[in-house]
């Protein structure tokens, strides 16, 4: 079958990939001086952040929406959601800039109507992978994206996380704009760098295999480069490799990170809900504070005292579309982060999901860091900390859907009316961490305080470091801890050059899994036992309470690993098999008789991790756990595929119960603990959906080892294996050299 193809092929295949595959990341002087990659350089940008007024922010995300347009939509609450605007006619003139650029874009006057009129828009970017997910309603909003209708649930969109990020209900706090959208950039640029080369596009005359490429819609096979094309799409992925390497202080492991956090979640960043406060410089929208229009444990008939604002019923809106895990809402005037509870009925009771939230805040802190005159965030309760409000916009996003006692149906007359069903919430809606971010003590801090674009996700407590450096780091990690990920990093010495691959999504493959995971090649038929290290790391999460490797044969899974419905990973099908007829490995390089570790956002720091020391450039940058396992493949006959997965268990400890909790008894009830703790959870709403793990496993995508025969890799000269075209392998330790690995559908 499937095992038995490859075999057949595999000689010619890895013999045309080494051979045609170009060297992509080794990065010469020579290789990156091709003119045409210098058509459309990234915009200078001074190396001190400054705060952006209204106009400028306007022009950012432009310039992100038309730059990235696979990666990000813009689009306005006024469009989407059809509400008014809040101001005057002489507030936001600039908003005729998006206007015209609607129009340029659909031609069609009817549409872009919505665009501009009297006062201001609200604008929301959200960023997804639109390629990896077309079907998601999100990306509908674009109307130059195309369903396929075949495909509806299949690529699992429904399962891809929420995360909310809003930059100011206070239009005069004026931090957290600025760190959203200079961090969309950051995500955006490097997401589309990662996508390159897009494989679907190589030429098929330099293809090994047809049926080898890569995971793409079979739609989208007739479209290829050209040579010339193709050879520029691999130029242009170096460049940009190189140019966030050293104008941007973002190197592989870092870059890949940021791929990651874009592909696999979808974040919908409102910069300015309160567009006529930030506007005017003023905390209210027109005479109405946003952070107190929440139907949230308000006083008694003051029900048409709540959504009264736009600010506010656009976030409503975007919380009612989507199914949200975690947030933040960054504002100032102090410096401390603040989660539940921050409302009067629950004053000195602690929220049943205390813990996580506790160690979520910390490890906020701690990345954001401080610097010259400025402490790591405090962090604890907004009772404790800040003050407790009525009607605040964290409290209700946290327990809208499940505190009903607290949550009445808004009746406000402004903006003539808002109907009050839009303030009735299903059980799943409202159960985010949903954090305030006070971000500075001045509201709008000197720019000398607000950091520079040095090194950006490295924490420091520098003068690098800064107001607006610091919360772009604190939101990246938001968008990390929403769900945690398991990934296998490499076989041997082998380490994989990509992690997630933006715009490939291997459940809308027209072939399988089996054909679009790394590939790897490792020699056999020496009918001995041989053992091959598998090495893998854990995110997304805090505490690893246990990690394995699982491996077995392909020709046992079914095609599809997903539900096929759904799209759900993996399906129940393939657990079965795994359960059944898989082996289980545990990893070799922890102590005390355990399979767990910690994440890099743990407060005692990754473990294991490398050993100090490590000089490599991969060992300087990679904060992730590093797990290692040994699997046996002697004794396989060559042509053997396996299929290896690693999984992991993460965070139980946030299941515990706080003890002085409130209300009474009540045991967590947010989607971020119950995803990880309780394996018959279920929450859906808009769509999306959020299931338990069944035994709480977390699965990362497979790879495929495949043993050969010792024999293919005779003609390789090890002593100059570049001159082989071997550019993804590893050599064994011992002085022979001999190949041990090879990644053959490497890009
Ligand atoms: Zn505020």
Known sequence: KRATTRARRLPATITMTLLLRPALFIITAALTSAAAVEESPPPQREEQYKILPSPDLLN???????????????TTTQEWFGLPRAGEDGDCPFDELYAA?????????????????????????????????????????????????????????????????SGSVHGNERVGPTSLVEMSELLLESAACESLPRMKFQPSDSNDNDDDASG?????????????????????????????????????????????????????????ANALG??????????????????????????????????????????????????????????????EWGAPTYLN????????????????????????????????????????????????AFAGSWDPDRVVQCTPTTYGGYPPEKTVYNNSTLRAFNMLIETSDKKEPLREDLGSRHDPLISTNGRENGHVARNIRLALLAMDVVEPYVSIRGVEELMFEDDVIPTMNLKRSPTSYYDDAKLVWVPGGDKKSSMRKITWTVGGAMTIDGTEIVYGLWDDLPTQLAESTSGLYPSMETRNVIDTKFQVVQPSNVEGGTSGGRSRWHADGAYPAE????????????????????????????????????????????????????????GPASHIVNARTNPSYFASNAGK???????????????????????????????????????????????????????????
């Open 349 to 396: 009771l602690d929220a049943p999901d205390a813990l996580a939230q506790d160690q979520i805040a910390h490890a906020y802190s701690r990345y954001s860091n401080g610097f010259p005159g400025h402490v790591p965030y405090d962090f604890g309760t907004m009772n404790d900390k800040v003050y407790y409000v009525r009607g605040g916009m964290e409290d209700w």
């Open 278 to 339: 930030y506007s005017r410089n003023k905390r209210e929208e027109g005479s109405i504070d946003p952070n107190r229009d929440f139907p949230f444990d308000i006083e008694q008939y003051h029900e048409s005292e709540c959504m009264q604002t736009i600010a506010g019923r656009s976030i409503n809106e975007l919380w009612r579309s989507h199914l949200f895990q975690i947030g933040l809402t960054f504002h100032g005037g102090m410096e401390v982060i603040g989660y």
């Open 101 to 165: 650029s609607q129009k340029s874009a659909q031609g069609d006057d009817e549409k872009t109507s919505a665009a501009s009129g009297k006062g201001c828009n609200n604008y929301v970017l959200i960023i997804q992978d639109k390629e990896a997910y077309p079907n998601d309603p999100d990306v509908q909003l674009d109307v130059n994206f195309q369903t396929s209708s075949q495909q509806q649930q299949q690529e699992g969109w429904k399962f891809v996380p929420d995360v909310f990020l």
């Open 216 to 272: 793409q819609d079979t739609t989208n096979d007739a479209v290829k480069f050209t040579q010339e094309q193709w050879e520029q799409e691999l130029s242009t992925a170096q460049t940009c490799r190189q140019s966030l390497t050293t104008n941007k202080g973002i190197p592989s492991p870092l870059r890949q990170w940021l791929a990651r956090l874009v592909t696999t979640r979808r974040t919908i960043i409102i910069p300015t």
């Open 60 to 74: 950012r995300l432009l310039y992100l929406s038309t730059t990235y347009p696979n990666f990000c939509t813009l």
């Open 689 to 747: 959906v959020i299931h338990g793990r069944e035994y709480s496993w977390w699965y990362s995508d497979p790879i495929t080892v495949l043993v050969g025969d010792a024999k293919e890799a005779e003609g390789w000269d090890i002593n100059d294996p570049t001159a082989s075209g071997l550019t993804h392998f590893s050599l064994s330790s011992n002085a022979r050299g001999v190949v041990t690995a090879v990644h053959v559908n490497a890009r």
């Open 611 to 666: 050993p100090e020391g490590g000089d490599t450039y991969e060992q300087i940058y990679n904060y992730d756990p590093v797990f290692k396992a040994l699997i046996d493949t002697g004794k396989m006959p060559p042509g053997t595929a396996i299929a290896v997965f690693a999984r992991a268990k993460v965070d139980k400890d946030w299941a515990t119960s706080a003890a002085n909790v409130g209300p009474a008894g009540l």
